[in-house]
């Protein structure tokens, strides 16, 4: 008579001594692969992290989306655009690309981020707007094979800021990153650990280079701006 399937049991600890020894040895194997990725966009991103008293003067600022509310950007997102702002206003940069979602009818980041920013300063002429900004890797590509960015000041959350210039790093974009003060609450938490995660992600795009979700045709948006401003 077969007994019945009782699920998987319980793991089984080791017995003995060298048991123990190398189960403590894959775990510090496994925590080392986890933060391999943290540790490349720390040190990859070490010499490239400023603040907007100090960014070096150039031509694009690029804001990264991070949410609306309401149709509004949110808290997170309206800190980022405040940072753009001020750089334009003391003349580091000429203009600022917007990248964000724009993937549904009711959902548009950036134009909620060129609202915003005109509420704020900065003239219509001077922002162009990225509609496939999907994610970091999507943005600093298309920055660079469609908007036809080399050098730009990057700005987002500190918990973000070192993923974002380590990626447009990678797709040939010389960058230096703002990174904004928030309120250290849940979303920053989450918004930290989450980074842990992504810094494997991102680890592979940067490695294999693979294509945005969107790619799409050259856009001018950035020249033309350029041209205007000078």
Request: charged share 25%.
């Amino acid at each position: 008579m077969r007994r019945p399937w009782r699920g998987p049991g319980r793991p089984r600890l080791p017995r003995t001594r060298k048991g123990w020894r190398r189960l403590v040895q894959a775990v510090v194997a496994g925590c080392v692969l986890v933060l391999l990725p943290s540790t490349w966009l720390f040190v990859s991103s070490a010499d490239r992290l400023v603040d907007t008293a100090s960014a070096p003067r150039t031509d694009v600022a690029v804001v990264f989306g991070a949410g609306l509310w309401n149709g509004e950007p949110s808290p997170y997102l309206a800190h980022r655009l405040d940072a753009a702002a001020r750089l334009y206003r003391d003349g580091r940069i000429k203009v600022v690309l917007v990248t964000g979602d724009n993937s549904r009818e009711d959902y548009d980041e950036p134009d909620a981020m060129r609202a915003y920013l005109t509420r704020h300063g900065v003239p219509d002429g001077r922002i162009v707007s990225d509609y496939a900004g999907f994610d970091t890797w999507d943005s600093c590509v298309r920055a660079r094979k469609i908007f036809g960015v080399h050098r730009a000041v990057l700005i987002s959350q500190g918990f973000h800021i070192r993923r974002a210039v380590a990626l447009c790093e990678a797709a040939g974009i010389t960058s230096y990153g703002v990174g904004v003060e928030a309120k250290h609450d849940v979303t920053w938490y989450y918004g930290g650990a989450r980074e842990v995660l992504a810094a494997g992600k991102a680890a592979l795009d940067a490695a294999f280079e693979p294509d945005p979700r969107f790619l799409g045709p050259k856009e001018t948006g950035v020249t033309s701006a350029l041209a205007a401003a000078r």
